[in-house]
């Protein structure tokens, strides 16, 4: 009987500049990059390198992403709303976050 194996890999990687071994031609294009973040205020410049075996289409690739930034968006909604609610605690009961304050 044979025994089938699947196999797959899957690199995937998010850069937010050039790396120590980058040529001079990726340094150019990061630091362009960076000047352009500047320009638009605010905004963030990532690179990201995925690489699966076997293909998966673009399209495939593309979906997984967006699905990826809606958790991203969720979950730091989640942080602003939390960041919020104590910061009305810390103005509201300020004796309850004063430093060394025994339990």
Request: aromatic share 8%; proline share 2%.
């Amino acid at each position: 009987m044979k025994v089938y194996r699947p196999e797959w890999r899957c690199i995937f990687s998010v850069n937010e500049g050039a790396e120590e071994s980058a040529s001079w031609k990726e340094r150019i294009a990061w630091w362009l990059r960076a000047f352009a973040d500047r320009l638009d205020g605010g905004s963030r410049t990532l690179k990201v390198d995925c690489h699966v075996t076997p293909h998966v289409s673009r399209q495939e690739v593309d979906t997984c992403l967006s699905k990826g930034f809606e958790v991203t968006q969720s979950l730091l909604t989640q942080l602003a709303h939390q960041a919020a609610c104590e910061d009305v605690m810390r103005d509201a009961k300020a004796e309850l976050f004063e430093e060394g304050r025994g339990r």
